[in-house]
């Protein structure tokens, strides 16, 4: 799923280019650091956007409305479905999440770069309809690092925690299709292996395509 900007006085940045921006999709299981590793990389890029998504989940102490999601009701949610609003949505654990398709549009076309949050239902969806994203799955350092991570999170029934595992592991599975894949065994470094791969992708010569042609 996909979560909040963290660009707040550096979200009206303007592009100077008429080129479509690109996305990367950041998959992880739970306790993985994904949510560390993309506010490290924000902090890096300030011209890159994190891509806000909506949920039915309440919000989480800390969170903001607007900023870490768009927290709505299960009513309006299942409006937005109907309408078509959404790029992706799924269900994790009673709650629904989904990034607005028409939100994403918009930013790509005004050549915004965006980062999203999304688990593996929602990136094979995403990359369906969206095949040029670049998506990347974020690894803990073992199995046995997870189950500590997962322990951490405050998942103190037994149940709890091996319900997680469970899904943990069968997210994993699907790495098979991701282009990138960060073991975050240092946050730091997983943060500049983020980093790389946005500023590789930005150098790739089809996307320098227009700016190519006048030596050519």
Known sequence: MQKGSWM??????AKDSD????????????????????????KMLP?????V????????????NGKDYYFISKQEFKKRIVE?????????????????????????????????DIDPRGAKELMKNYPEGIFVFILPPSIDELKVRLRRRG???KEVIERRYKRAMGEIKEIIWYDYVIVN????IAIDNL??????????????????????
């Open 8 to 13: 707040n006085s550096k979200k009206n940045v």
């Open 19 to 42: 080129e479509q921006g690109l996305f990367i999709v950041i998959s992880a299981p739970s306790g993985a650091g994904k949510t560390s590793i993309c506010k490290g990389v924000l």
């Open 47 to 51: 011209n890159v956007r994190f891509s």
């Open 53 to 64: 998504s909506y949920t039915t989940r309440p919000p989480r102490p800390g969170e903001e």
């Open 84 to 116: 078509g609003e959404f790029a992706e949505w799924a269900e994790n654990y009673g709650y629904l999440y989904g990034t607005s398709g028409k939100a994403m549009k918009d930013f790509l076309e005004r050549g915004c770069d965006l980062i999203l």
């Open 155 to 157: 998942f103190e029934e």
């Open 185 to 188: 065994d240092s946050l730091q």
């Open 195 to 216: 980093r790389s791969i946005y500023v590789a992708e930005k150098s790739r010569r089809e996307r320098l395509a227009e700016k190519i042609k006048d030596f050519m």
